[in-house]
Structures are given as C-alpha cells and as structure tokens.
C-alpha cells in the first residue's frame, strides 16, 4: 500500500500471522470496557529524533494515550529498534509491550523512520518496520507507527495516520481546514468570505465535496486536496447542498431544490445525471450512502417533525428508523453497517448512537450544543463539534461514550467535522 | 445604491403609482412626474424631462436596486413557513415591482434561527422563501424573474442566542439579482 516501506526483513515471518486473538488475550484487553483496562506500554526515545524537526516518540506516545487503550509507564527501552529489551525488568515496570526506534537522515534527504514492537509478557519480538520519508511526512511516519502498535495490541486498525475535515467560522471569514486525526498539522483547504457547510470526503481521501455560498447560493463543489483543483458539481437553480460520495466514489448523493422542495437527488461524480430518489411533500436532505452503497440514510419530514429514513437506493418505499423524540437529524453510519450516529434534541442537542439490528439507542456525549457526528474509519470512535465550557471544541468519543477526548479547541467557531476515510 | 439615485428615485416613483396611497413609499417629487413612464409600461423609457443631453447609464455592476425605502424582510414564527397576513404589503409591493419591468429579477434568501443542523436549517430557509416565491407567482410575477435559495442558519441578521434575536433571524430577505 505504501510502495517506500518495507517490513522489516528479519522479521517477515513472525508478521506473517499477526495472530489477533492471542493478542487480546495476551494484553488483557477488554473491548468493553475501554478507558477502563489499558495496555501498558513503554515507550522508549528514538534514536537521533532530536536531530529532525519532529518528536517521534512524543507524537506516537500522544496517539496512543488518546486513544484511551493504552496506559504510557516508565521503564527500559532499547537504544534503538536493534536493541534487545530488559524484559525481566519491563515485567516489574508492570509493562505489557515495548517500543523503540530511530530516525536517521539518508544520502538523498529523507528520514528513514524506524521502530520494532516487543510482547514483555510473552518475551517476544512483535515486528517492526522502515518507513523513509521526506522532512515534511515525519508526523505521517510516527502516525503510521502508532497506527501499527495499536493494531498489533488491540486486532483493530488505527486511525492517527487519518485526517479530519472541519470548517472555522470567524466574523466574515469561513475556512476549510484539514488536520491530522491528532489536531495537529493543521491546513487550510478553503478559505472564503461566504460560508462553507457540510464538508464530505472522496473514499480515497483525495477530494473533499462541500458546500459554498460563494455565489450567494448554496453550491456543491469537490476539491482536490494536494492539487488545490475545484470543480462545480451541483448549481441547479435554488439550493444545492448535502454530498456525500457513493461508497465507489462514482456517485453523490446531493439535496437540490430545482423542481421546488429540498429532495434528495443522486449524481454522477461530475454533477451530470441528477436523478431524484425521494418522493415525499415534505423536506428530504442529508443523505448517507450506507457502506454496502445499497441504503440510503437521510433526514425527512415527511411525518411532522425531522426523523431519519431509510430506503433502497434502487427505489423502494423509505422506512422510518429514528422514533424517539421529535427533532434528529444528521445521521451518519458506522463502516461496518451496524451503528447509527445522529444528533437528537431534547433539553438540548445529543449526539446518539442506535444499535441498527436492535433499535437500542444510547446518548454518548456529556454535553448539549452537539453537531455533525461522524465515525472514524475503524469504527470505534465518533468525532462531534460541540461547545465545552463556553468554548467551541472538537470532540472524540468511543462508541460507548466511555472514554472521550478533546481534538481542538480554539477561540473560533469551529464546526462541521468530518474523518476521512484510512488510506494515507 | 447612491450611483443609482436617479434611477432609484424614478423606480420609487413607479411603485407610488403602482401601490396607490396604501404604500408606504416616500416621496421627493410628485408622482406625476414620472407618470408617464409607467403607463409607456417600461421605467427605462426616454422622459421628455431629460431633455437632449442626458447620457442614459446601464450600470450591470450591481442589479437593478431595490428602492431603500421598501422593506423587504419577512419574519416568520418558529418552525413555520407561512407568510403572516401583517407581511402580505411587502410581497405585493415586490410583485408590483417585478410585474412594472418583466427584466427586473429578485431573489428570495431563506434564513432560519441559530438553532438546529445546517443542513436542516438550508432546507427551512428554502422552504420559507419557496413560501414567498409561491405568493408572488400567484400574484402574476413570472417564475423566471424569481429565484428562492437559502442560506439556513449561516447568515444570521443579528447575534444573539435569545428569542428576539432568534426572531429577527427567522426571515427571508429580497434582493435584486
């Protein structure tokens, strides 16, 4: 997938089988009860990171902690990634798992970033890998470690090396930010004296469809993120908002109101071929393809109030789904199909999560100004814009609404996050 | 705005005629003045007044203004769309504007309150200046002179997290496009 890296030779064949089972086992991990049992894990200096512009260890250690799986403790860690471990005394630590590393500069100006994994409790060597890279993808470099040291111990992908789309709002002026899944190495993608709404990422993660007021009307537009390239997709005659990609990237699901209404229309990548596929007097918006691309979800109030439907995308009567309350909006679907996120409001707004195949639903946030849930890829983690303590924040919580965290926070309205999809 | 005075004050004029006593236009001149222009049916027509040396100016920078003095902001109660009978003078003063010059073009922005999605929100806005399209077309404005778009919840008139702001920003405003 990364055509620069490659495993570690030495140990190819004990990354072969990652053997995710005895991995649970082995590190006490109960899915359960995340925030509550954690790994313990050391986490050694890497070798010449002082000499790169980034802390490697410092942005993996971060990744982890964040996480909510893993617990940071003091102890022995090799030199580097070619040490061996102190294993009896990593066992008094209290340690489960150890890492180290390096970092060194190549002939040709890249870093070559390294790492090896070791099981304190088994004694044995978990792998490790060499990724060079350029000066700038350093940050990219420790995500991908983090990424794999939480998959190795946990059976899950990892999602730091991920980003998240949001939009901050200042007195007439609107940005399209992007950031790294640890709220750092902010960008900007868009920056526009006219609102932006409802950001939605391309399933290679190379292309964000959005809203824009610039032309004094809502207009759907995709832009190429490394390219800076921006296309019109949607400007029928009145309001053009909502996208959101097809599952294959070759379609979108869009709100039109052209024929009068707000309904939800599907188009081809380019904006040709609108095709209308709700059918209700009433409002129709904010459509999600389901991940198998054969459900859409979307917000109507064909009843009364908003409620989120189902229905087939090849046609076929929609299917109410949310039933408690009066007002939800804004669904969003876990990738594997199974969990809806969505914002209900009662004494003020929640984010909530429906189990699909029972119908149970449970609040996950502590807090009442929620907006814009959205899962990461692995599914375990939902990020929300709310407000904290007065303050506009950027909030992450695993499913279960046990173990929450702050992303970013800042002075500024900060809204409309949405996580980007693994690939990077 | 100001560039266009002459042009406005002529405009105004029209609307007086148009609207008869019951409008709330103002005045600097009489309405005769300009009377004429409005039964030639076209506000852009030569007045006599102007004489041999007057260079018409078509100014496409900006849309044909509305006048300053015509309100054009509807409000509506929470979680409505229906335009109250205490508004009903604004959508018929525009109708008349629009019906007097079939070149003139407005546009209806929806907006709601703060509170809510923005998806959700743009949908309410539209349906609102759908609301107020639908009023003016039945008063015999032509659809293509017309145009409902939203901007939701994003451009609020004024900040403010308590009911009379909230009431202020459920609106749709009329522009000309």
Redesign the interface.
């Known amino acids: 997938m990364w055509p620069r890296r490659q495993v570690l030779r030495a140990f190819g064949a004990s990354l072969a089988l990652p053997a995710l089972t005895p991995a649970l086992a082995q590190f006490r991990l109960e899915i359960s009860g995340v925030g509550a049992t954690q790994i313990p894990i050391v986490l050694g200096r890497f070798r010449d990171e002082d000499r790169q512009p980034q802390s490697l260890s410092a942005i993996v250690r971060a990744d982890l902690e964040r996480s909510g799986m893993f617990r940071i403790v003091d102890g022995p860690a090799p030199a580097d990634e070619t040490g061996q471990p102190d294993y009896n005394t990593l066992r008094t630590r209290g340690a489960d798992a150890v890492v180290s590393g390096s970092a060194s500069r190549l002939a040709d100006g890249r870093i070559d970033v390294r790492y090896r994994l070791w099981d304190v409790v088994k004694g044995a060597d978990q792998g490790g890998q060499s990724e060079p890279v350029p000066p700038v993808d350093l940050r990219l470099a420790a995500h991908h470690i983090s990424d794999q040291i939480y998959q190795k111990l946990t059976g899950e992908r990892g999602v730091f090396s991920t980003r998240i789309a949001y939009v901050t709002k200042q007195p007439g002026k609107y940005t399209l930010r992007v950031t790294d899944a640890d709220g750092e190495n902010i960008q900007s993608a868009l920056i526009s004296n006219e609102p932006i709404i409802s950001p939605a990422w391309s399933p290679d993660g190379k292309e964000l469809a959005y809203v824009s007021f610039s032309k004094r009307k809502a207009v759907v537009y995709i832009q190429n993120i490394p390219l800076r390239t921006q296309r019109e997709v949607a400007n029928f005659r009145g309001s053009n908002s909502a996208p959101f990609f097809s599952p294959d990237g070759q379609q979108l699901a869009v709100t039109l109101s052209k024929d009068g209404g707000s309904h939800v229309y599907i188009v081809d990548r380019n904006g040709a071929n609108p095709r209308l596929v709700t059918f209700s007097t009433g409002i129709d918006t904010e459509a999600k393809f389901a991940p198998d691309g054969k459900t859409l979800y979307f917000v109507s109030d064909r009843g009364g109030g908003p409620q989120i439907y189902r229905q087939p995308v090849a046609g076929g009567n929609a299917e109410r789904v949310t039933f408690n309350g009066a007002y939800n909006i804004s669904p969003a679907l876990s990738p594997d199909g199974k969990l809806l996120a969505y914002i209900s409001r009662g004494s003020g707004f929640k984010v909530m999560v429906m189990d699909l195949a029972s119908g149970d639903v449970r609040s996950v946030s502590d807090t009442n100004d929620d907006e814009s849930p959205s899962f990461a890829p692995n599914g375990r983690y939902i990020i929300y814009a709310t407000k904290s303590e007065g303050r506009d924040v950027l909030m992450t919580t695993t499913v279960d609404g046990k173990f929450k965290s702050r992303l970013l926070e800042s002075g500024l309205d900060i809204r409309e996050p949405v996580w980007g999809p693994f690939g990077r | 705005m100001i560039k266009n005075s002459g042009k406005l004050i002529l405009a105004m004029a029209s609307i007086a005629v148009l609207a008869g006593c019951a409008s709330p236009v103002k005045l600097d001149k009489p309405a005769e003045v300009v009377s004429r222009d409005v039964s030639a049916g076209s506000s852009s027509s030569t007045s006599s007044s102007s004489g041999q040396s007057t260079v018409g100016t078509i100014d496409q920078t900006k849309g044909t203004a509305i006048p300053v003095s015509l309100d054009r902001v509807i409000y509506f109660d929470f979680d409505s769309y229906v335009v109250k009978d205490e508004f009903r003078p604004i959508v018929e003063a525009h109708a008349k504007l629009l019906k007097a010059d079939s070149t003139r073009k407005e ?1 209806a922005e929806g907006h709601t309150d703060e509170r ?5 929100n ?3 806005g ?2 609102r200046a ?1 609301a107020v399209v639908k009023q003016m077309e039945l008063l015999g404005v032509g659809d293509t002179q017309l ?6 919840k ?2 609020p008139a004024v900040q403010g997290s308590d009911e009379a702001a909230w009431a202020k920003n459920r609106r749709v405003e009329l522009r000309s496009k």
């Open positions: 546009v809510g999605g923005s998806e959700y743009l949908a309410l539209q349906r759908e145009e409902a778009v939203s901007y939701g994003e451009r």
